[in-house]
């Protein structure tokens, strides 16, 4: 005795209709996509600053892989004298970051890539990747 479940075939012209509307679907995807087009996976990271200077400083994060500011809109992350701050960031998977901090009043004294992201720096950028940074200690 057969315990399988009897389907009904389907007919020629029902199949041909279902594999006509996948291939539809399927180049009207290919032609809606951008070329080189690709997904952004987000991501969190928290970039964890401490200021041991003694004036108060100011910070901006820098995207190196798209041209994206945090915290954006001509504002500035402030971190008074021995005040640790921990600054959650939206980024996407893989993007390098840096931060560039300076000294309240006085953009000469700086950390990382300074104001504007003008300097070079070693060791201040992080992979956007979930997770804290170690804390980034700004002394003299």
């Known amino acids: ?3 399988l479940p009897s389907f009904p075939l389907l007919s020629r012209s029902v199949r041909l209709a279902g594999l006509r509307r996948a291939v539809a679907v399927a180049v009207a995807a290919a032609f809606l996509a951008p070329v080189g087009a690709s997904l952004a996976v987000a991501e969190n990271v928290t970039f964890i600053m401490k200021n041991s200077h003694q004036f108060r400083v100011q910070v901006e ?7 994206h500011v945090w915290p954006g809109n001509n504002k500035v992350y402030i971190l008074d004298d021995s005040e640790t701050k921990r600054i959650p960031l939206a ?3 893989g993007e390098q970051i840096c931060y560039g901090a300076w000294v309240d009043g006085d953009a000469s004294t700086y950390w990382g890539v300074g104001p504007n992201n003008k300097e070079q720096c070693e060791d201040c950028c992080y ?3 979930g997770g804290n940074t170690e804390t980034i200690n700004l002394v003299e």
């Open 1 to 3: 005795m057969n315990m």
């Open 91 to 93: 980024c996407e998977e």
């Open 61 to 67: 994060l820098y995207s190196q892989t798209r041209n």
């Open 127 to 129: 992979i956007c990747q």
